[in-house]
């Protein structure tokens, strides 16, 4: 005999579901950042955090910057669904931090796109998905664009981080940006040419993504970059490590370039940005501990701490329409 719940149960039952989810993800975040931080480093943010540095206004900005960097990134999910369906600005910053949430455990963050469009009703659950990849692909442009030339210029003056670079980097650094303009502006094109009419219904929206509006979505994404840029250079300096401002972000813009392009899984992305960060700060600071703990601490602060509250948007998760 088959137990038949009836509409108020059901609602007990998906509560009861959205609050294990929320308290699964807290346990996970809390027991892979104590896996894969340093020890080293991870005592060097706490001493940090304990004492606070001289510096006050500089921390208030790294601090305050981690809202506004979320912000943008909401806003401009919320502009990529306008051809899908209207959402409110509190419910793109919900489905924003739960898709970090997911995607904390995932390739490249690919989980992402799951948690972002479980916010979303069913029959915009594609669209929805289409609509992040366009939102990903103009970040991954501007990461690849700035990245590319702060690398060919750094080559070019023969810093000691990149001595022994030959002519194939500097090829890859001038066609990586065209390829992706090419792409990225021409989606539109690319989408004619490999139309299905199987695929139509969820084709269709991205006709309307013409120029001016991807150029509109780039430059949110710019802004959000600028953001994190500067960020983690008022972090480094915080820890101590004296970097003049323009080289500080070239090395900073070629850092995020190595992480676009490198397959990772967000929670070993501390590691390997810590190693990254090591390897081209060095020739500027002897302090490598110093160099491990501001990575660390940029990336709790950008992806941990954010994925935490990300864990509670999935109390307002759609299972059913």
Same mark, same amino acid.
């Given at each position: 005999?088959?137990? =038949?719940?009836?509409?108020?149960? !059901?609602?007990?039952?998906?509560?009861?579901?959205?609050?294990?989810?929320? #308290? &699964?993800?807290?346990?996970?975040?809390?027991?892979?950042? #104590?896996?894969?931080?340093?020890?080293?480093?991870? =005592?060097?943010? /706490?001493?940090?955090?304990?004492?606070?540095?001289?510096?006050?206004? *500089?921390?208030?900005?790294?601090?305050?910057?981690?809202?506004?960097?979320?912000?943008?990134?909401?806003?401009?999910?919320?502009?990529?669904?306008?051809? &899908?369906? $209207?959402?409110?600005?509190?419910? $793109?910053? !919900?489905?924003? /931090?739960?898709?970090?949430?997911?995607?904390?455990?995932?390739?490249?963050?690919?989980?992402?796109? #799951? +948690?972002?469009?479980?916010?979303? *009703?069913?029959?915009? !659950?594609?669209? +929805?998905?289409?609509?992040?990849?366009?939102?990903?692909?103009?970040?991954?442009?501007?990461?690849?664009?700035?990245?590319?030339?702060?690398?060919?210029?750094?080559?070019?003056?023969?810093?000691?981080?990149?001595?022994?670079?030959?002519?194939? @980097?500097?090829?890859?650094?001038?066609?990586?940006?065209?390829?992706?303009?090419?792409?990225?502006?021409?989606?539109?094109?690319?989408?004619?040419?490999?139309?299905?009419?199987?695929?139509?219904?969820?084709?269709?929206?991205?006709?309307?993504?013409?120029?001016?509006?991807?150029?509109?979505?780039?430059?949110?994404?710019?802004?959000?970059? $600028? &953001?994190?840029? &500067?960020?983690?250079?008022?972090?480094?300096?915080?820890?101590?490590? *004296?970097?003049?401002?323009?080289?500080?972000?070239?090395?900073?813009?070629?850092?995020?370039?190595? @992480?676009?392009?490198?397959?990772?899984?967000? /929670?070993?992305?501390?590691? %390997?940005?810590?190693? %990254?960060?090591?390897?081209?700060?060095?020739?500027?600071?002897?302090?490598?501990?110093?160099? /491990?703990?501001?990575?660390?601490?940029?990336?709790?602060?950008?992806?941990?701490?954010?994925?935490?509250?990300?864990?509670?948007?999935?109390?307002?998760?759609?299972?059913?329409?």
């Amino acid at each position: 005999m088959l137990l =038949r719940i009836n509409s108020g149960n !059901r609602k007990i039952l998906w509560m009861l579901l959205r609050i294990g989810i929320a #308290a &699964v993800s807290l346990w996970f975040i809390y027991g892979k950042i #104590a896996d894969r931080t340093g020890p080293e480093s991870l =005592r060097s943010v /706490l001493r940090f955090l304990i004492h606070f540095p001289d510096n006050y206004l *500089e921390l208030l900005m790294v601090l305050l910057l981690m809202p506004l960097n979320w912000s943008l990134e909401s806003f401009k999910w919320k502009k990529l669904l306008q051809p &899908v369906c $209207a959402i409110s600005f509190a419910k $793109a910053i !919900r489905s924003v /931090l739960s898709g970090t949430t997911i995607g904390l455990f995932t390739p490249n963050r690919i989980g992402e796109f #799951a +948690g972002r469009v479980m916010h979303l *009703e069913p029959q915009y !659950r594609i669209q +929805g998905t289409i609509a992040n990849i366009i939102g990903s692909l103009s970040q991954l442009l501007i990461t690849i664009l700035l990245g590319s030339i702060a690398l060919f210029i750094s080559i070019s003056t023969s810093e000691s981080a990149f001595a022994g670079s030959g002519m194939l @980097m500097r090829l890859a650094s001038l066609a990586l940006p065209i390829v992706a303009l090419l792409i990225y502006f021409k989606i539109p094109v690319i989408v004619r040419l490999l139309k299905r009419d199987d695929w139509n219904k969820y084709t269709d929206m991205l006709l309307n993504y013409r120029s001016g509006f991807m150029l509109r979505i780039a430059l949110l994404s710019l802004i959000r970059y $600028a &953001v994190f840029a &500067v960020q983690f250079l008022i972090t480094l300096h915080l820890f101590g490590i *004296e970097i003049p401002a323009v080289q500080g972000l070239r090395i900073i813009a070629i850092i995020y370039l190595i @992480m676009a392009v490198v397959p990772t899984i967000a /929670l070993s992305e501390i590691t %390997v940005r810590g190693s %990254v960060a090591l390897y081209l700060l060095t020739p500027f600071t002897g302090d490598a501990v110093a160099v /491990l703990s501001a990575s660390t601490f940029i990336w709790i602060l950008n992806l941990a701490l954010p994925a935490s509250f990300g864990a509670f948007s999935a109390l307002w998760i759609r299972f059913t329409k």
